[in-house]
């Protein structure tokens, strides 16, 4: 079965600083999600990549898939309050969406 | 705007009770699925329906059945419940590959 690693498990930075999460996965990936959970909630989606190499941006947050389809990263540009919450990936190993595989997720905490 | 509900945030049952969480999505989506979230664990599937009627086990389905009697609907039934089963419960939707799934905003049970 398919595993995914999130790295690291808790950040805290100072508003302004940029960061960035990590996702790796046991094997090759048909697609990768990137969501966010505000602690309680739901998940909101942010971006899906599905090609090697593959990067998006909204606003201030870019995610990239790595060319062998077998790692992702988020990058946060300049960090502000809003972004506080907990990041996870999705991996979807079998080409359907249908079973998504979630990492444990990345705690973020933004300092004033 | 793409809506997913579910019939409560907070739950509290007995040990024993049968226990329905009830879903729904107005985006007229193919596939609904059930998940659960704890500390550390990170989202695990627990049912998924691909279509009126249908329904596949996930990766945790022991004590847990589910029900679709309509598209927009998909219950999540807890036939004796256990304090183990104390958790986030998340319900998500999505209308197939490779399409990102949406997520209602969980209910948290507690079984005591």
């Known amino acids: 079965s398919q595993e995914l690693e999130q790295s690291p498990q808790s950040l805290i930075v100072q508003e302004g600083k940029n960061l960035t999460i990590n996702c790796t996965s046991s094997?090759?990936?048909?697609?990768l999600y990137w969501y966010k959970q505000k602690y309680g909630e739901g998940l909101i989606f942010l971006m899906m990549l599905q090609k090697g190499g593959e990067e998006k941006s909204h606003e201030k947050i870019t995610a990239k898939l790595d060319e062998k389809k077998q790692q992702s990263s988020l990058h946060i540009t300049a960090s502000q309050p809003s972004h506080a919450g907990i990041y996870l990936c999705?991996?979807?190993?079998?080409?359907?969406?249908?079973?998504?595989?979630f990492g444990t997720g990345t705690r973020l905490q933004v300092t004033l | 705007d793409v809506k997913v509900t579910q019939s409560s945030r907070y739950l509290v049952k007995r040990t024993g009770e049968k226990v329905f969480l009830e879903c729904v999505q107005d985006m007229d989506h193919e596939n609904m699925f059930w998940y659960r979230q704890d500390p550390g664990l990170g989202l695990r599937l627990i049912y998924f329906s691909y279509d009126v009627k249908m329904k596949e086990k996930g990766d945790i389905p022991e004590g847990y059945s589910v029900s679709r009697e309509k598209k927009e609907r998909f219950s999540l039934i807890l036939e004796s419940a256990s304090t183990n089963q104390t958790s986030m419960y998340l319900c998500?939707?999505?209308?197939?590959?490779?399409?990102?799934?949406?997520f209602g905003p969980g209910t948290r049970l507690t079984v005591l």
């Open positions: 998500a939707s999505n209308q197939g590959q490779p399409h990102e799934q949406f």
């Open positions: 999705g991996a979807d190993g079998t080409g359907t969406a249908s079973k998504l595989t």
């Open positions: 094997k090759t990936l048909y697609g």
